[in-house]
Nanobody, 115 residues
Framework: QVHLVESGGGLVQPGGSLRLSCAAS????????MGWYRQTPGKQREMVAI???????HYADSVRGRFTLYRGNAQNSVDLQMNNMKPEDTAVYYC?????????WGQGTQVTVSS
């Protein structure tokens, strides 16, 4: 079983920055995908940024150029640096790890962008 622990959410003003961190523990298969999704009430969970097994990062169009994904060398951690944040970035952010054994989620962390 894989356990994901997230940290770093909170309240930030428009134009500000936040950094989310996620650390995975447990039995992880080689070359997992790892990244972040977000969800707002009444909407489906959407991909924000994800690193593939080759460490190539893919971003949603809405965050490209503002958010940057950093992957730890041990392949079991991932940080999301969020800059120039907008009110529409407000959501619960979930860390995700996907490998050949399963698809795993963190508990979620609230990010609110408001003045």
């Amino acid at each position: 079983q894989v356990h994901l622990v997230e940290s770093g959410g909170g309240l930030v003003q428009p134009g500000g920055s936040l950094r989310l961190s996620c650390a995975a523990s447990g039995t992880i298969a080689d070359y997992p995908y790892m990244g972040w999704y977000r969800q707002t009430p009444g909407k489906q969970r959407e991909m924000v940024a994800i690193a593939t097994s080759g460490n190539t990062a893919h971003y949603a169009d809405s965050v490209r150029g503002r958010f940057t994904l950093y992957r730890g060398n041990a392949q079991n951690s991932v940080d999301l640096q969020m800059n120039n944040m907008k009110p529409e970035d407000t959501a619960v952010y979930y860390c995700n790890l996907s490998d050949r054994m399963g698809n795993y989620w963190g508990q979620g962390t609230q990010v609110t962008v408001s003045s």
